[in-house]
């Protein structure tokens, strides 16, 4: 029979050695914005204009000006529910009749739930000031069960970032302060999904892929604060990942057994650049007024390059798209604030491209939160989010073994239904 093992991966929709699923994320796909508490209580409607270190991820200037020290750590616990649901999903073998794909049809709460940590830390000297900013802006764990009528499209999918982010500052002139980082950036990641052998009476085979690796991008910002009101500009470039890892297909039988088999291989992919806009209003001695706007560039993750041996790419088609915030800051009296704020999310996938992998949709944002002064030198934040996310199509159709005497196709028709998120976070800040 002819070699096939380049066309396997198709099987099921392979969204990449690093990024495959996100569907509950709480900014678009599967970017993750839960970077600071109190950006959180206002959903992140001020973060490029603002100062201090829990600033520091969306712009680098947001350290200019600062005097001595200032540190701050945060975790997030994230609870995503929802139900992925096959409204009839059909698998054609070969000289077979199109036939009901089996298995479960509604798998329920796909996506782990998780917690999310992140810290800062920045030092200033007046006109210059250095900081640090430790992240996971891509991370989360979907779980699809071996009888899923989402199998093969998706199993299990993990995935782990770490960015590290150097700062510096700088205040040129009184009121305008700019900034510039470097963004380095390791994904670890293990992503799987079931092979249907020839006969629907035979199990299903299963493939795995596995890759970790180091890539670099950047981000530039600046901020000018003019008496009440301050706005902030700020861009994080899109970092092109190349993977190191692995490849392994078993459980084929008959006349697919040829193709069960470990191998190294590659992945490259491109996460999104996002330009970020933001405004805050000092409208009265206690009320400060916060509106953001960003624009991502997810036309980037627009395929996977998947290398030799394997060579092929997986298609993937994402959009550009924006999200808008809100928010707003009240000072109770010198010890507390509480803030609160709505964000609309647009998502990058499209009908027809979207696959149980990744079942994301339009979302908004109901947020929040609260600092408290301990002293003059630390500060508490809490805050807690409600992200509801539109019921949208799961229509992705695919194929097995795509050019080959064997090609099966899945005619994937399923719905991400009753879908939202549930956002719970902890940080601290000191000055020193």
């Known amino acids: 029979m002819k070699k096939i093992t380049g066309r396997i991966l198709l099987a099921g929709t392979a969204s990449a050695m690093a990024l495959g699923a996100a569907g509950a994320a709480h900014a678009q796909a599967f970017y993750l914005q839960e970077q600071s508490v109190r950006a959180q209580g206002r959903a992140f409607s001020g973060e490029a204009a603002d100062t201090g270190v829990d600033s520091l991820w969306w712009n680098p200037a947001a350290i200019g000006g600062l005097e001595g020290g200032q540190a701050s750590v945060h975790a ?79 199993d299990k999918t993990k995935l782990r970032t770490i960015d590290i982010q150097p700062s510096i500052a700088f205040q040129p002139v009184e009121g305008l302060y700019v900034g510039a980082a470097a963004n380095v950036e390791h994904v670890d990641a293990t992503l799987g999904n079931y092979l249907p052998n020839l006969l629907a009476t035979l199990p299903d ?32 470039s899109a970092i092109k990942h190349k993977l190191d ?61 998947l ?9 993937e088609n994402y959009k ?9 800051d009240y000072d109770v009296n010198a010890k507390w604030t509480v803030r609160g704020g709505v964000q609309y999310g647009e998502t990058p996938t499209s009908s027809g491209d979207r696959d149980a992998r990744v079942p994301d949709s339009n979302r908004w944002n109901f947020s929040a939160g609260t600092t408290y002064n301990m002293t003059s030198k630390i500060a508490i934040d809490a805050a807690a989010s409600y992200i509801s996310f539109k019921d949208a199509p ?39």
Do not use: C
């Open 76 to 154: 997030s616990v994230i609870l995503p529910k929802g139900k992925v649901v096959d409204d009839g999903t059909a698998i054609v073998r070969p000289g077979q009749a199109p036939a009901s794909v089996g298995g479960n049809p509604v798998a329920k709460n796909p996506i782990n739930n998780g917690v999310l940590p992140s810290g800062s830390i920045a030092y200033g000297f007046g006109k210059v000031a250095f900081g640090l900013t430790v992240t996971s802006p891509y991370s989360f764990t979907t779980d699809y069960a071996s009888d899923s009528w989402a199998r093969y499209s998706a």
């Open 205 to 236: 085979g299963h493939q795995q892929l596995k890759g970790s690796g180091w890539d670099v991008g950047w981000s530039v910002g600046a901020q000018y604060h003019n008496g009440p009101a301050s706005i902030g500009v700020a861009y994080k």
């Open 245 to 305: 890892g692995s490849l392994t297909i078993d459980g084929l039988l008959g006349p697919l057994a040829g193709q069960n088999m470990s191998l190294d291989t590659t992945a490259e992919f491109t996460t999104p650049w996002q330009a970020i806009m933001s405004a805050r209003v000092k409208a009265t001695k206690q009320l400060t007024l916060n509106a953001q706007v960003v624009a991502y560039g997810w036309s980037k993750f627009n395929a996977i390059q």
């Open 307 to 315: 290398g030799a041996p394997v060579n092929t790419s997986i298609p």
């Open 320 to 328: 550009d798209g924006f999200s808008y915030a809100f928010g707003a």
């Open 394 to 432: 799961i229509n992705r159709i695919t194929a097995a073994y795509v050019g080959t005497p064997v090609q099966t196709p899945v005619l994937t028709n399923g719905s991400l239904q009753d879908a939202y998120a549930m956002v719970f976070s902890l940080g601290a800040r000191v000055s020193f």
